[in-house]
């Protein structure tokens, strides 16, 4: 192997060590969370979530299984959008997207 190369197994070791940080994450956040807030570190645990959630969902590493879990803090910390709101959103801009094209019909034919 090369000095600059990664090992065959690289991929493997960090999905488990992302895997494993989510849990200890997902701990602090079960276990310990009163006393997180009360050393005013919540922001900075909210802060690991959002990378460690960014990182989940660029490269997908963590089975889904495993982050249901937290979904409910994910959408609450607006780091992706909940299945419904999203539909709620795209059904808002249908809706908006018909009142334009009515709208603009309308001013071309008065003019």
Not at 6 to 21: A, D, G, H, M, Y
Not at 75 to 89: G, H, I, M, P
Request: hydrophobic fraction near 40%.
């Amino acid at each position: 192997m090369k000095p600059n190369e990664f090992p065959s197994s690289f991929e493997s070791i960090v999905r488990k060590i992302v895997r494993l940080l989510f849990h200890v994450v997902a701990h602090l956040y079960a276990a310990h969370f009163k006393e997180v807030v009360m050393l005013g570190l919540h922001a900075h645990l909210n802060l690991t979530f959002a990378h460690l959630t960014a990182l989940h969902h660029r490269f997908t590493l963590i089975e889904p299984k495993e982050t249901e879990i937290l979904r409910d803090l994910e959408v609450a910390l607006r780091l992706t959008e909940d299945s419904q709101e999203s539909v709620n959103n795209n059904e808002k801009a249908e809706e908006s997207s018909e009142m334009d094209s009515k709208s603009n019909i309308t001013e071309t034919t008065c003019k």
